[in-house]
Structures are given as structure tokens and as C-alpha cells.
């Protein structure tokens, strides 16, 4: 049976360019695609400066919050926060369903989905090994709640620093009229969680024996990480450029680590193939909505600023998540919405947050997910992946854009 997470093959590789992963080729490829469609004229060369201009923020902030999740990571900060779910669990299988939607929620909020992804995926399956329950359960979690938890707060997704900015609301505000949606979302995903994933590895993990408490490796370098995790989600709230605050966290954790631990430091840390990935798809998403696709886009979303356009728009953004990634798919449905719907637009990103599950390809955060999984050895069966991730597409898109639509506006 074809499964997500087979693990890698262990011949010996002689090709340089065979070590490439997929998503390297995919990275490579879009980036050539956008430089191509730039220098051929399809996108004119002001559009293309523009978009640059757009995303730089974006780019900015997407290196330094990995390069802070990672040594954060080295610095034991997220392993001492899984034992300590176990142990906070006390042997209770349901207990630490609780613990871990609630883990991955609040890192998913704080520190961005693709975080989650990256950090959480690999913790989730040591956590599962360690106490001897089946990974499954805990790797579906991480990557369900990447998505569905990236509502609340403009750093918790890319989508939604696009459209604050579209909007002009503050993270507070932000937050105040996202709130409501957000918890809709998370509810919907720990049904369908506990009820597929959970309940059926029940009857042989519980309960489970507690790991000891986790000893990091150095308690500088880990108060420093905390130090340097619990300011940036302060300057979020403050509403410092969310790149600023990435940036002075992630420059703290790295000063930590050139005098505590210079080996940790290397140029590996920066994620190349997520910002050749975001920036080539941006080129490349603005070439086809110049020659097509925002007639699509405007066709099938509408220009009904109420419920319908709403749903709509939900619908159009969960589709063409799935169908492409959810970064074009809202990028091309915010060019054809017009300025003042609002409603609309959010629920256009509900679409491209919620619904981005169905394919290992329509978030990021899933193709982050899909290949920590194969690292990890973790296989789960495609066909199960793609059959309980499109009914929570749907049915999350759907009750979180009536959600919206009911929330008080700011």
C-alpha cells in the first residue's frame, strides 16, 4: 500500500544532484519558472519588484523564525515541553490527546505553522516511541492543527500577514475577530482526531508509563531559547514588524549559541528551500492570475460582499489549496476581492488555513510534515491521509467560515 512517510532509500548516492530531495526539484523549479516569466516579459518587471517588495517582510520572517525554532530545538526547550506533557498526562491516553492538541495549537498561534511542522512533527513521534503508543495519532495531530490552529494571530500563518495588511487591523484587533472561528476550527479537528486516529490506538496505550523529566544538554542555552521564544511572542503582541521580532529573538538564540555551542551555527539552519519555494511561487501565481487565473478566481468567488460570497470564497480558497498550495490559491483569490468585503477576504483565508489538507502538497507546513515524517520512518497509508483530511477540509471550512460569519467584526 502506498503510504506518506516511507523511509528513505539506503543505497549509497553518488550524484550530487541525486541527494536532492522532491522538494528541492519543486523549489528549484518554481524559482527558475519565476525568474523565467520575469525576464521573458509574461510578468512585467515593476509587477515582479512589487511582489518582491510584498513578500520580503514575509521572507525576512520566515528564515529567522526557523533558524529560532531549530536552536530552540537544540537547546532541548520543546523536548522538555513534550515530557512534560507526558508527565503532566499521568498515564491517561485522553489526557495527553488533550495535551498535545493543546501543544500543538499554542505553537501553531505563537510561532507559525510551518514551525509546528518542523519542530513539533519529529518531537511528536520521539514522544510516541518513548512511551511505546502508536505515532500515528500524534504525527496526524501536528499536522491537522498546523493548519487548522493558523487563524488567531497575523504571525500564525503567511496568508494572514497578507491579508492584515489588506486590512489594516492590528494583531489585537486581529485576534479579537478571529477568536471565535479559531476555536471553531480547533473543535472540528479534535472530533475528527480523537474519533479516526485516537480512540481506535486507545485499547493498547492505556494507560502508559511517564518518561522522566527532560535534563537539557545546557541550562544557559535553554533559558536563553526561552528567553528569546517568550520575546518574540511579546513583540508580536506589541505589534512590532513581526520580521523585527523574528529577527532580534532569532540573533539573541544565535549570540547564545556562538558562545555556548559555535558548532550548533551552520548555514543549514536557514531554510533556502522554503524561501526559494515562497518566492518563486509568488512570481510564478501573479504570471498565471495575469493571463487567466483572476478570471477564474473572479468567476467562481463572486462579488457578494454577504453569507454566499463568504462561503464562496471559503470554498474557492480549501479547492485551490488543495489543488495547488494554498499561498497561490489565496493569493489569486484576494486580487479579484474587493477592497472593502472584508468578511469576504477572511473567509477566503479560512479557506487557505482550514482547508489546505487533503494533499500533501496544499500548505507548507504539509510538505514540511510529509518529509520529517520520512525521515522519521513514520509510514501512514495515503489513502487513509487524503480520505480523513478532505472530510475535515470540508467540513472545517464550512463551520469556521459560518463562524465568521456570526463573529462580532472589529
Known amino acids: 500500500m502506498e503510504t506518506i512517510g516511507d523511509p528513505p532509500s539506503t543505497a549509497p548516492d553518488r550524484s550530487r544532484w541525486g541527494r536532492l530531495h522532491v522538494l528541492d526539484w519543486i523549489a528549484i523549479a518554481l524559482v527558475t519558472g519565476g525568474a523565467l516569466c520575469v525576464l521573458t516579459g509574461l510578468l512585467p518587471r515593476a509587477d515582479a519588484e512589487a511582489t518582491i517588495r510584498r513578500i520580503l517582510p514575509i521572507l525576512i ?14 537547546a532541548g526547550v520543546f523536548d522538555a515541553l513534550a515530557a512534560r506533557v507526558a508527565i503532566t498526562a499521568r498515564g491517561s491516553f485522553r489526557a495527553l490527546f488533550w495535551l498535545c492538541v493543546g501543544f500543538a495549537s499554542v505553537t501553531t498561534i505563537a510561532l507559525n505553522l510551518d ?29 491537522w492543527l498546523a493548519n487548522t490552529a493558523s487563524l488567531l494571530l497575523p504571525v500564525s500563518n503567511l496568508t494572514n500577514i497578507l491579508a492584515s495588511d489588506r486590512i489594516g487591523l492590528s494583531p489585537v484587533s486581529w485576534a479579537a475577530r478571529m477568536w471565535w472561528p479559531q476555536l471553531v476550527a480547533i473543535a472540528i479537528t479534535m472530533l475528527l482526531l480523537w474519533w479516526w486516529y485516537w480512540r481506535p490506538a486507545r485499547a493498547t496505550a492505556d494507560p502508559f508509563v511517564p518518561p522522566p523529566p527532560h535534563v537539557p544538554p545546557d541550562p544557559v542555552l535553554y533559558r536563553t531559547a526561552l528567553v528569546a521564544c517568550l520575546l518574540f511572542v511579546a513583540g508580536i503582541l506589541a505589534e512590532v514588524e513581526i520580521g523585527l521580532a523574528s529577527g532580534v529573538a532569532a540573533a539573541i538564540l544565535v549570540a547564545g549559541f556562538a558562545v555556548r555551542a559555535r558548532s550548533s551555527l551552520k548555514l543549514q539552519l ?34 457578494d460582499p454577504g453569507a454566499e460570497g463568504a462561503m464562496r470564497a471559503g470554498a474557492v480558497g480549501a479547492l485551490f489549496s488543495n489543488a495547488v498550495n494554498n499561498l497561490p490559491a489565496y493569493v489569486a483569490g484576494e486580487a479579484v476581492i474587493s477592497a472593502g468585503h472584508h468578511t469576504q477576504l477572511l473567509a477566503l483565508l ?13 500548505s507548507l507546513a504539509t510538505l514540511i510534515w510529509y518529509e520529517r515524517c520520512r525521515a522519521a520512518g513514520v509510514a501512514i497509508p495515503l489513502g487513509r ?26
Do not use: Y
Not at 389 to 402: F, Q, R
Open 61 to 74: 520572517f520566515l528564515g529567522t523564525v526557523v533558524v529560532l525554532a531549530e536552536l530552540t530545538a537544540v
Open 115 to 143: 514551525t509546528t511542522a518542523v519542530l513539533l512533527t519529529p518531537v511528536m513521534i520521539a514522544l510516541a516511541r518513548t512511551l511505546g503508543i502508536p505515532p500515528t495519532p500524534l504525527a496526524m495531530t501536528t499536522v
Open 270 to 303: 536557514i531554510p533556502w528551500r522554503l524561501l526559494l519555494f515562497v518566492t518563486g511561487l509568488f512570481l510564478v501565481v501573479q504570471t498565471i492570475g495575469q493571463h487567466g487565473l483572476d478570471t477564474l478566481m473572479g468567476a467562481l468567488i463572486g462579488d
Open 350 to 362: 479560512v479557506g487557505a488555513n482550514v482547508g489546505p489538507l487533503a494533499t500533501p502538497w496544499a
Open 385 to 410: 491521509f487524503i480520505a480523513t483530511s478532505a472530510v475535515l477540509a470540508a467540513l472545517g471550512t464550512a463551520a469556521t467560515v459560518a463562524a465568521l460569519l456570526v463573529a462580532p467584526s472589529v
